[in-house]
């Protein structure tokens, strides 16, 4: 491992110093599951590593009027275990319940995933479905971004590896929180991935899903996304609007999975996985869906 | 390099090191301790062998760098059990036959201690998810689980 | 029944007390005063011939204690379990991804890993055959000698075209299987001593009678001065029964003086480990309209890899065994065991059995459906009985257990599926 200096801080503060007074590469560690695999194989060369555990005031999750607010740094066995989180907010719960193992959920961080910028990042398919807002900090004060926004297409990322300064964050910001609108009373949400395993399983696909009905069962607001099918996870707007306004018939449902395989073949077409992901996004849509009626119906 | 000075509670006893930032908790526990009970299989947090408890939670060593447990609380298996007793984990361990080759053990002992200490009387899939990021290459996992619930107290 | 001490009673493993304390000692967690480490360079690339190595650079690194090449070994520069066919440390030709060029011992990790850094290794690269297909043309770059073709035999037993004019169903399909890792957990290891003119190594191994010999010859010395200790191994599978690390440790403590230990990193450990024989089968196997075999007549191209390893034993036993727990009056099994630039093949739980096995049992279910009868019926009507004689001239007389076992299996699975109503 290279050899750099470290940084332990006790608050966000403490880090707007450390950005100013250190000029090298400067690199941000909370869960440290993709950055000291990253380390450790010379892919990143940091001369300053931060560490971001020790900073409490990222670490929370809390309601707020219409919203959930969660801390940058908290970890994914908080977020698939709180609450607030599994009875407002589903899709995250599940897809951080599915991220990694055990112990790699008491380590990552829902800011580590969302940073790393991976297409396959677990959390951050749920998150598009929640239609979730980034706050990012820097000395010069806070800014709000739309996850989508931030992930704006032409911007790079691999897959199995990270970008912590991703173009959407820059060199003396941090990603302090992100948060999102709670759940309508009739509103539900789910997340389904797809895996060569139960555990430790790299997705091949994810489906994240937020529909909220009328009184009448009509679907009044709809948004779906999808994960490692692209650059990074998206919303399928056209999908959406399929079921916009109907009952969720069987029928209404596979004209909407249809759209999402089309949508698949138009993002992914040339690769050779597509043959296997346009026919399996639509059984894994299919569970999501089920999930959200079931739901729906107690 | 400069050296960084932590001080943490290590299997019951506070401890105080200098370490280079730049090593990894693993590394500081079997060089600087001498806890060589911490395999390494992988070095990626993916085979668990290296899993340690830290603030009580069940985490890869190989993936924490060792100035971050400053101030936090780290068991190894050499921390478990008591005045020379084994802890009931390792007792039904050996009972089971959940042990073979021995090197995924003190990594599967900690996953089912964190998971002891936080839900006393889990579930066989509880269980199973506990101790779902340690390999075992030699045993099929049947054994494990049934050791991990024959410990469970009544 | 009558009550045993031991039989029928669970057994205490002799060293679980150990590990479950994790005191037991694996090689990478042993430590001798004045230790070294140690690291191997390694070609990045498949096929090649070496120019020139310069190891100036990091000899000069403070804390390097020794670089050596193939130049250093005073004994033979060859090993291999069956045949004698991989270097130490290569000479010129690289063979695979992974073939060891010099060895290093260093004071510490990071001096090693600068030092591996700074050997500068000149290689010609040169095409390389990566398929069977490409090893067997006349024209192929040869990874040995003058011929890609390790073994080819053939086992005959009665007459299997005159046989198959006789049958009224006839299946031919094709079978691939991939290569496969052992995995065991932990990666290899030795930790070797040269002291008083005995060498005496720690190994993470599954031969360490194998690699005392290995050794020996290596070093150009009896096998009294050698001494080969299997310390507490993680799982091997098969997998290290080759050479890992015993004779790059046991040649740097030979020069050092030194206590050296060696460990492998997980993708060291993959790159250069031994792995499952892929294979590439075609099977052709006839039967009678009311299902009973009459004939098969089997082809196997079997891929080593860059060396030998157990690949000879592994084309006998696939053999042996390609014509499944059936009994079969007329078979023909060829196989032909081949030389590529892929990582090399070697022994692996069951050596060839279990690549064999998914052949003759595609060929069961095969032919239960082209017949319209139960796939168990295909197998309890062929499978071998007290009294059978197998492809190889073996008339089994006991413990001949596999047609209970399928009827017990059989109604087991039913029980389950009823339960399940299914």
Same mark, same amino acid.
């Given at each position: 491992?290279?050899?750099?200096?470290?940084?332990?801080?006790?608050?966000?503060?403490?880090?707007?110093?450390?950005?100013?007074?250190?000029?090298?590469?400067?690199?941000?560690?909370?869960?440290?599951?993709?950055?000291?695999?990253?380390?450790?194989?010379?892919?990143?060369?940091?001369?300053?590593?931060?560490?971001?555990?020790?900073?409490?005031?990222?670490?929370?999750?809390?309601?707020?009027?219409?919203?959930?607010?969660?801390?940058?740094?908290?970890?994914?066995?908080?977020?698939?275990?709180?609450?607030?989180?599994?009875?407002?907010?589903?899709?995250?719960?599940?897809?951080?319940?599915?991220?990694?193992?055990?112990?790699?959920?008491?380590?990552?961080?829902?800011?580590?995933?969302?940073?790393?910028?991976?297409?396959?990042?677990?959390?951050?398919?749920?998150?598009?479905?929640?239609?979730?807002?980034?706050?990012?900090?820097?000395?010069?004060?806070?800014?709000?971004?739309?996850?989508?926004?931030?992930?704006?297409?032409?911007?790079?990322?691999?897959?199995?590896?990270?970008?912590?300064?991703?173009?959407?964050?820059?060199?003396?910001?941090?990603?302090?929180?992100?948060?999102?609108?709670?759940?309508?009373?009739?509103?539900?949400?789910?997340?389904?991935?797809?895996?060569?395993?139960?555990?430790?399983?790299?997705?091949?696909?994810?489906?994240?899903?937020?529909?909220?009905?009328?009184?009448?069962?009509?679907?009044?607001?709809?948004?779906?996304?999808?994960?490692?099918?692209?650059?990074?996870?998206?919303?399928?707007?056209?999908?959406?609007?399929?079921?916009?306004?109907?009952?969720?018939?069987?029928?209404?449902?596979?004209?909407?999975?249809?759209?999402?395989?089309?949508?698949?073949?138009?993002?992914?077409?040339?690769?050779?996985?597509?043959?296997?992901?346009?026919?399996?996004?639509?059984?894994?849509?299919?569970?999501?869906?089920?999930?959200?009626?079931?739901?729906?119906?107690? | 390099?400069?050296?960084?000075?932590?001080?943490?509670?290590? #299997?019951?006893?506070? $401890? +105080? /090191? =200098?370490?280079?930032?730049?090593?990894?908790? %693993? *590394?500081? &526990?079997? !060089?600087? @301790?001498?806890?060589?009970?911490?395999?390494?299989?992988?070095?990626?947090?993916?085979?668990?062998?290296?899993?340690?408890?830290?603030?009580?939670?069940?985490?890869?060593?190989?993936?924490?760098?060792?100035?971050?447990?400053? #101030?936090?609380?780290? $068991? +190894? /298996? =050499?921390?478990?059990?008591?005045?020379?007793? %084994? *802890?009931? &984990?390792? !007792?039904? @361990?050996?009972?089971?036959?959940?042990?073979?080759?021995?090197?995924?053990?003190?990594?599967?002992?900690?996953?089912?201690?964190?998971?002891?200490?936080?839900?006393?009387?889990?579930?066989?899939?509880?269980?199973?998810?506990?101790?779902?990021?340690?390999?075992?290459?030699?045993?099929?996992?049947?054994?494990?689980?049934?050791?991990?619930?024959?410990?469970?107290?009544? | 029944?009558?009550?045993?001490?031991?039989?029928?009673?669970?057994?205490?493993?002799?060293?679980?007390?150990?590990?479950?304390?994790?005191?037991?000692?694996?090689?990478?967690?042993?430590?001798?005063?004045?230790?070294?480490?140690?690291?191997?360079?390694?070609?990045?690339?498949?096929?090649?011939?070496?120019?020139?190595?310069?190891?100036?650079?990091?000899?000069?690194?403070?804390?390097?204690?020794?670089?050596?090449?193939?130049?250093?070994?005073?004994?033979?520069?060859?090993?291999?379990?069956?045949?004698?066919?991989?270097?130490?440390?290569?000479?010129?030709?690289?063979?695979?991804?992974?073939?060891?060029?010099?060895?290093?011992?260093?004071?510490?990790?990071?001096?090693?890993?600068?030092?591996?850094?700074?050997?500068?290794?000149?290689?010609?690269?040169?095409?390389?055959?990566?398929?069977?297909?490409?090893?067997?043309?006349?024209?192929?770059?040869?990874?040995?000698?003058?011929?890609?073709?390790?073994?080819?035999?053939?086992?005959?037993?009665?007459?299997?075209?005159?046989?198959?004019?006789?049958?009224?169903?006839?299946?031919?399909?094709?079978?691939?299987?991939?290569?496969?890792?052992?995995?065991?957990?932990?990666?290899?290891?030795?930790?070797?001593?040269?002291?008083?003119?005995?060498?005496?190594?720690?190994?993470?191994?599954?031969?360490?009678?194998?690699?005392?010999?290995?050794?020996?010859?290596?070093?150009?010395?009896?096998?009294?001065?050698?001494?080969?200790?299997?310390?507490?191994?993680?799982?091997?599978?098969?997998?290290?029964?080759?050479?890992?690390?015993?004779?790059?440790?046991?040649?740097?403590?030979?020069?050092?003086?030194?206590?050296?230990?060696?460990?492998?990193?997980?993708?060291?450990?993959?790159?250069?480990?031994?792995?499952?024989?892929?294979?590439?089968?075609?099977?052709?196997?006839?039967?009678?309209?009311?299902?009973?075999?009459?004939?098969?007549?089997?082809?196997?191209?079997?891929?080593?890899?860059?060396?030998?390893?157990?690949?000879?034993?592994?084309?006998?036993?696939?053999?042996?065994?390609?014509?499944?727990?059936?009994?079969?009056?007329?078979?023909?099994?060829?196989?032909?065991?081949?030389?590529?630039?892929?990582?090399?093949?070697?022994?692996?739980?069951?050596?060839?059995?279990?690549?064999?096995?998914?052949?003759?049992?595609?060929?069961?279910?095969?032919?239960?459906?082209?017949?319209?009868?139960?796939?168990?019926?295909?197998?309890?009507?062929?499978?071998?009985?007290?009294?059978?004689?197998?492809?190889?001239?073996?008339?089994?007389?006991?413990?001949?257990?596999?047609?209970?076992?399928?009827?017990?299996?059989?109604?087991?699975?039913?029980?389950?599926?009823?339960?399940?109503?299914?």
């Amino acid at each position: 491992m290279k050899e750099f200096k470290y940084y332990s801080p006790k608050s966000l503060n403490e880090i707007f110093k450390i950005f100013e007074a250190e000029k090298g590469e400067t690199c941000l560690i909370a869960g440290g599951t993709d950055v000291m695999l990253e380390i450790n194989s010379k892919k990143v060369n940091p001369d300053v590593v931060i560490n971001l555990k020790s900073i409490d005031e990222i670490n929370y999750i809390k309601e707020d009027n219409e919203f959930i607010r969660i801390g940058a740094g908290t970890t994914f066995t908080k977020l698939s275990s709180d609450a607030v989180i599994l009875n407002s907010a589903r899709a995250l719960a599940q897809a951080c319940s599915k991220v990694g193992s055990t112990q790699i959920r008491n380590l990552g961080t829902i800011g580590g995933n969302i940073v790393t910028g991976s297409a396959c990042g677990d959390s951050v398919s749920a998150l598009v479905a929640l239609d979730a807002i980034l706050v990012i900090q820097s000395p010069k004060g806070k800014r709000e971004i739309t996850l989508t926004d931030f992930y704006s297409p032409g911007q790079k990322s691999v897959c199995d590896g990270c970008y912590h300064n991703t173009p959407g964050i820059g060199k003396d910001e941090v990603l302090v929180e992100v948060y999102f609108k709670k759940a309508e009373k009739n509103e539900f949400s789910a997340f389904r991935k797809l895996g060569k395993r139960k555990a430790l399983a790299k997705s091949i696909l994810t489906v994240g899903m937020s529909i909220e009905f009328d009184d009448d069962k009509k679907v009044k607001n709809a948004r779906i996304s999808l994960g490692a099918v692209g650059k990074h996870p998206y919303r399928v707007t056209s999908a959406e609007n399929i079921i916009d306004g109907k009952k969720l018939s069987d029928e209404t449902i596979e004209d909407c999975l249809n759209e999402i395989s089309n949508i698949v073949i138009a993002n992914i077409g040339s690769r050779a996985s597509c043959p296997f992901k346009k026919e399996s996004v639509k059984g894994v849509a299919r569970e999501v869906f089920a999930s959200i009626i079931e739901q729906s119906s107690l | 390099m400069e050296k960084v000075k932590i001080s943490f509670k290590l #299997n019951g006893e506070n $401890v +105080t /090191v =200098e370490t280079p930032p730049n090593k990894r908790l %693993l *590394d500081l &526990l079997r !060089e600087d @301790f001498e806890l060589t009970s911490v395999k390494e299989g992988c070095g990626e947090g993916e085979c668990g062998a290296c899993t340690v408890i830290l603030n009580n939670e069940a985490v890869t060593s190989c993936t924490v760098l060792a100035p971050q447990v400053d #101030n936090c609380e780290v $068991v +190894t /298996v =050499e921390g478990l059990g008591k005045d020379g007793e %084994l *802890d009931k &984990l390792q !007792e039904k @361990f050996i009972e089971e036959g959940a042990v073979q080759c021995g090197y995924c053990t003190p990594g599967m002992l900690l996953s089912a201690k964190a998971l002891l200490e936080k839900n006393p009387h889990p579930s066989r899939d509880e269980i199973k998810t506990a101790i779902e990021g340690n390999l075992c290459r030699c045993t099929g996992y049947k054994k494990i689980v049934d050791a991990i619930e024959a410990s469970i107290e009544e | 029944m009558k009550e045993f001490n031991v039989i029928g009673k669970n057994v205490i493993k002799k060293d679980a007390v150990d590990k479950v304390l994790g005191k037991a000692k694996f090689a990478a967690d042993m430590k001798l005063p004045n230790m070294l480490v140690a690291g191997v360079k390694r070609s990045e690339v498949p096929s090649g011939k070496v120019i020139n190595i310069n190891a100036e650079k990091a000899k000069k690194v403070p804390g390097v204690v020794s670089v050596l090449t193939y130049k250093d070994i005073p004994g033979e520069n060859i090993i291999g379990i069956i045949n004698k066919d991989e270097p130490i440390l290569v000479e010129d030709k690289i063979r695979r991804i992974g073939d060891a060029i010099a060895i290093v011992a260093a004071e510490d990790e990071s001096t090693l890993e600068k030092a591996l850094e700074l050997i500068e290794v000149e290689i010609e690269e040169t095409q390389g055959v990566f398929t069977i297909e490409d090893a067997l043309k006349e024209d192929s770059p040869k990874v040995h000698g003058d011929t890609n073709i390790l073994a080819e035999k053939i086992l005959k037993r009665g007459d299997v075209d005159a046989a198959f004019k006789k049958c009224d169903v006839i299946v031919e399909n094709e079978y691939s299987t991939p290569v496969i890792a052992h995995m065991f957990i932990e990666p290899e290891a030795t930790l070797a001593n040269y002291e008083e003119g005995i060498i005496t190594f720690y190994s993470s191994t599954q031969n360490p009678h194998y690699d005392r010999g290995e050794v020996a010859r290596m070093l150009g010395i009896t096998l009294n001065r050698v001494r080969s200790v299997q310390a507490t191994t993680g799982g091997g599978f098969g997998g290290k029964l080759d050479i890992s690390t015993q004779c790059h440790t046991a040649l740097l403590a030979f020069y050092t003086n030194r206590p050296i230990k060696m460990v492998r990193s997980r993708e060291e450990s993959m790159k250069v480990s031994s792995k499952r024989h892929p294979h590439y089968m075609k099977f052709k196997t006839g039967a009678t309209k009311d299902g009973k075999i009459l004939a098969t007549d089997v082809e196997l191209l079997q891929d080593t890899g860059a060396y030998g390893s157990y690949g000879l034993a592994v084309i006998t036993r696939s053999m042996v065994h390609a014509q499944g727990p059936y009994e079969i009056p007329n078979v023909r099994i060829r196989a032909k065991m081949v030389y590529t630039n892929n990582p090399m093949s070697g022994a692996m739980r069951g050596f060839g059995v279990p690549q064999v096995a998914i052949g003759h049992e595609g060929q069961m279910d095969a032919l239960a459906e082209k017949l319209g009868i139960d796939p168990v019926e295909i197998r309890t009507k062929n499978c071998f009985q007290t009294g059978s004689v197998t492809a190889t001239g073996q008339k089994l007389v006991d413990s001949i257990g596999i047609y209970e076992t399928i009827k017990k299996a059989a109604d087991k699975a039913e029980q389950i599926m009823d339960k399940e109503g299914k």
